[in-house]
């Protein structure tokens, strides 16, 4: 029957629909109307529908676009790929080892505002080269703001570059885009040679020295000064939360003095009162020197005690003496397992009200410590333990996130849920960037198929207890997951139906009697501005088997098209939709969408001539 149908309905007619699916799939995806998860599950419901009544048939009668070929996206090493290293990127980022190094970085980079720019974006460009993207923006993304603090530089002059960054260093390596990885894959599918790890590291490193000279001489000069109450307000700006640290017998503190109330040690905080035994010592602070015991009194903002929890994570306990608790309990979950750090408000008529810490229990009712005090009415010069709670007190507490979970149904504090995230294990920084390296490692010398290096690393990082089950499970990002698998099942349909080999023959005939290198030119032009309308990873798989067939039927190489391919479509600048990252920096940047079109129009054209003049020269062509 199968037979009868594909005779009755004519040799193109499979061609055509699976170019209308395309398109209205694209168009679909451009609205926004629907989730885009959705939008890609009904896609591949549709091309299962339809070629289960209009199959594609070999000389065997085999339907060429049965279910098993359909879903293969499912298990494609592209997709297991991306998922894998979304995972490993995850790790990274749970370990704070990412934090710490580009907080250090923002402490070495000089004090030349384009020279630190300078070298903020390319330790970018060199980490986006290994590393997803995204988990890179979001890390950078506080960084730059500093960055642009420090020089009194508005925001918004700085986020798009670090997105372009970003994918400047993702054109770099097979690992450094999902795109990259996804050409690769439709390589293979079509039966052509697959890229090795570094093939075109070369043109990918002067792509991004071009584009890096760009977003650092030029785009300043096309970006707005642009600001907003935001700025003033991130990482809990100005909010102060009053905490307290005791020095321990091996505090590094001791014999240190604190001129003005500042430690050296303790940046970012500012002593409010010392408690040394019954003696409480107030600023000036005038031949101070600290002493195991001392209880400093201190003041500062979240992304303070985050930092200071993240080197120290027992420096805030309020019931720390000489590095042991006062409670000697054997179980004190407080302290173990995953830890997050979250705001709570005392309730209005709370039982809290009017009584201390100790008094409340509050730690053992709740299994969560209390960190720090937050009472805009008055400055507070008291021990925590000391201080009586009022209505609308604003406790900074931490603990494991089942437990700061049940403080929502508690009626004596309020959780305020955005604010709870969790802290960076430290513990696990070594084990993470050792797996990690050791994982890329073995991909990039070839011991090891890349799909196997990766997916092992994650494995690896769960087993290690870098992450647990449920945290690898949630660094897997189901939008990216299903536009994978859709973009691939496309592919396919386009390739099996002989879509691809119509469109490449369109592009040939169009461009007639022109050169090889002219062909390339153009074909690049094409899907680099195809590229900031569709997804790039749509982008990448529905034009690999068209620039195959097009080389094919040029005489060209396949895998200088391919190249094409892998560039044109992470030249997502022209629009925040184009990749994710532009997204991510749009609202700390306070963008518009034509601020993408004005710095990114002219950085495409910048890319395609570098690459229509050094990519034929590289290759010879």
């Given at each position: 029957m199968a037979e009868d149908i594909a005779a009755a309905v004519g040799p193109d007619f499979q061609m055509w629909v699976t170019l209308v699916i395309i398109i209205g799939a694209l168009v679909i995806y451009a609205l926004e109307r629907v989730p885009m998860e959705v939008t890609s599950v009904g896609v591949v419901c549709a091309l299962l529908v339809f070629f289960h009544f209009f199959p594609v048939l070999d000389a065997q009668g085999v339907n060429l676009l049965n279910p098993v070929r359909i879903l293969s996206g499912f298990a494609n090493p592209a997709l297991i790929t991306v998922l894998a290293l979304l995972v490993m990127g995850q790790g990274m980022v749970r370990t704070g080892i990412l934090d710490l190094g580009a907080r250090w970085l923002l402490g070495h980079t000089g004090r030349w505002p384009w020279l630190s720019l300078a070298i903020v974006l390319a330790v970018v460009i060199a980490v986006s080269a290994f590393l997803n993207n995204i988990p890179v923006v979001v890390i950078f993304i506080p960084i730059m703001q500093a960055l642009a603090t420090r020089f009194g530089r508005s925001v918004s002059m700085v986020m798009i570059p670090l997105s372009y960054a970003a994918v400047f260093g993702?054109?770099?390596?097979?690992i450094g885009s999902g795109t990259n990885l996804l050409v690769n894959s439709a390589l293979i599918e079509v039966g052509?040679?697959?890229f090795t790890f570094f093939e075109f590291s070369i043109p990918g490193m002067v792509l991004a020295a071009v584009g890096l000279a760009y977003v650092l001489v030029v785009a300043p000069k096309l970006l707005p000064e642009r600001s907003g109450l935001v700025d003033s307000l991130l990482e809990g700006e100005g909010k102060q939360f009053i905490g307290q640290i005791t020095v321990t017998g091996d505090s590094d503190l001791i014999g240190k003095d604190a001129p003005g109330g500042l430690f050296a040690g303790l940046p970012d905080m500012t002593v409010r009162m010392i408690q040394r035994g019954e003696t409480a010592i107030l600023p000036p602070f005038e031949d101070y020197q600290a002493r195991p015991r001392d209880v400093l009194v201190v003041a500062a903002t979240r992304k303070a005690f985050t930092e200071a929890l993240t080197r120290d994570p027992g420096l805030l306990d309020p019931d720390l003496q000489d590095g042991r608790s006062e409670t000697e309990d054997e179980y004190r979950p407080w302290h173990e397992g995953d830890r997050m750090l979250a705001e709570i408000m005392v309730a209005p008529a709370s039982r809290l009200i009017g009584r201390t810490l100790?008094?409340?229990?509050?730690?053992?009712h709740t299994h969560c410590i209390v960190l720090g005090v937050q009472r805009r009415s008055r400055m507070i010069r008291a021990r925590l333990t000391d201080i009586r709670l009022q209505a609308g007190d604003v406790l900074l507490v931490r603990g494991q996130p089942n437990d700061i979970d049940a403080l929502k149904v508690s009626g004596d504090v309020v959780l305020i849920e955005w604010s709870a995230k969790e802290l960076p294990s430290l513990s696990h920084a070594r084990s993470a960037g050792a797996i990690f390296l050791g994982a890329i490692g073995l991909a990039a010398v070839g011991i090891l198929p890349v799909v196997v290096a990766t997916l092992s690393g994650a494995a690896v990082m769960v087993l290690a207890g870098v992450l647990n089950v449920r945290q690898a499970f949630r660094a897997v990002d189901p939008l990216v997951a299903t536009t994978i698998v859709t973009a691939l099942a496309l592919g396919v349909a386009l390739q099996e139906t002989g879509g691809a080999a119509f469109l490449a023959h369109g592009v040939v005939t169009a461009l007639e009697g022109a050169s090889v290198v002219t062909v390339l030119s153009v074909f690049f032009l094409l899907v680099a501005v195809l590229a900031n309308i569709i997804s790039t990873k749509t982008c990448a798989v529905l034009f690999t088997p068209i620039a195959v067939d097009i080389a094919v039927e040029i005489g060209a190489s396949p895998s200088v098209f391919a190249l094409a391919v892998v560039f044109a479509a992470n030249c997502s600048f022209a629009s925040p939709l184009g990749y994710q990252?532009?997204?991510?920096?749009?609202?700390?940047?306070?963008?518009?969408?034509?601020d993408y079109t004005r710095v990114g129009v002219p950085l495409i054209f910048l890319l395609w001539a570098t690459f229509s003049l050094f990519v034929p020269w590289y290759y010879g062509m």
């Open positions: 993702g054109m770099t390596t097979l052509q040679t697959p100790p008094q409340i229990g509050f730690r053992y990252t532009n997204l991510l920096v749009m609202a700390p940047g306070h963008y518009r969408f034509l």
